[in-house]
């Protein structure tokens, strides 16, 4: 046998094959993701449906359903489906596939050809496919786990369409699982598997987006477990551990341990302690809790326990959650731990926090006082004519740009709310703040 063969889409029996295998959809209604461009309606499925398609790419994460796709493709359109490794061939390879797909083209039967890490091929590998491709011999469909922009050829990208796929989410991923652990003919279903929502949840968060990944471990963790009483694998974490060689953190991302870091990683940042607040950022992480919400979390350290006094700290944490959306983990969480030690090592006050509190107490406590007529714009006369901005003072006529005039409800005038404190840029604003207080004490005089 050579490097490649024509197959079925599918093959019929399931004996032998790794569970990632036997779990392929074999239908758009059992592919599950991808919903921005297989769902009822969208331009793909549209075409796939139609089999009106030209050549594609297919770009995205392993484990998302690129090769699973372009089988459903070559099975929805009754093509003949030729898998291609760029890894294992050559332009020899190319030119017979080729000659054997120009010659299924005569009997009018068309091939697909899937060439999985298209990346991979140079140039010249890549100038053998484009006569074909023009020709319309052959409909290729490319996946691609790079940057095609980078990777694949000018002229060679220029003749298809790119599809982005995504990485699928663990919502999804724990649906895949479950419908294999659910299936007698390809999947586990008659091994009699017990598996709680909270294994499988552990399987996905650790595939990353990967089904085949989430896959491999169910099957490895299944047929790791010896059967019990009345023949019954029941899945535990502790076997998971085991299959896995590594310790699964105690987690629960709904539950009291959730709170229980996320309160720990915010005390560790308001005591200035880096260290803590690296290891507990960092055990969230490895736990499976969403970046983002810690992303999230540290914007409000920054705003409820450093505030002015270290003012660029929300732009900080801000620009931190922007690189981790942009890069993704494993990368990306660096961001996040540099956010966390700066938040630490910033000066604290928790000024701002506290005065917007005392607010919300005289908002519950007070009436809601109309607007003062000094402040209020008088945009008609009418307005004009019943007081509306009488007595208003523009602080920019004034020699030191403050006025005397109070800007709070009558009930409340010359309440103080925020009190400074001497850390950081906050002595900087205490002491403006002292110097605007005496300027309204005294005199005011125009420029």
Known sequence: M????????????????????????????EFIGQEELLGPGKPLRV????????SMLLWGPPGCGKTTLARIIARTTKSEFIPFSAVL????????????????????RRTIVFVDEVHRFNRA?????LPHVEAGNILLIGATTENPSFEVIAPLLSRMNVYVLKALTQEQIVSLLERALADDVRGLGKLNVAANLEILHRIAILANGDARAAYNTLEALVMGTEPGPEAR??????RLEDVLQRKLLPYDKSGEEHF????????????????????????MIESGEDPLYIARRLVRMASEDIGLAEPHAVEVTIAAMQAFELLGPPEGHLALAQAAVYLSLAPKSNAVYKAYGKVQDDLQSTMAEPVPLQIRNAVTGLMKNIGYGK??????????????????????????????????????IRLRLEEIRRIQKKPAEKC
């Open 2 to 29: 050579g490097l490649f063969q024509t197959i079925q889409p599918e093959e019929d029996s399931p004996a032998g094959r790794p569970l990632a295998d036997r779990m392929r959809p074999q239908t758009l209604d």
């Open 47 to 54: 075409q796939i449906e139609r089999d009106d398609l030209g």
């Open 89 to 108: 061939s050559g332009i020899k390879e190319i030119k017979e596939v080729m000659a054997k797909a120009e010659a299924t083209r005569r009997y009018g």
């Open 125 to 129: 590998q890549q100038d053998a496919f």
């Open 233 to 238: 694998r029941v899945l535990t974490q502790e």
């Open 260 to 283: 229980n870091l996320i309160s720990a990683l915010h005390k560790s940042v308001r005591n200035s302690d880096a260290d803590a607040a690296l290891y507990w950022m960092a055990r």
């Open 391 to 428: 007595g208003y003072q523009y602080a920019h006529d004034f020699e030191d740009k403050v006025t005397d005039m109070s800007c709070l409800p009558e009930s409340l005038a010359g309440r103080t709310y925020y009190n400074p404190t001497d850390q950081g840029f906050e002595a900087r």
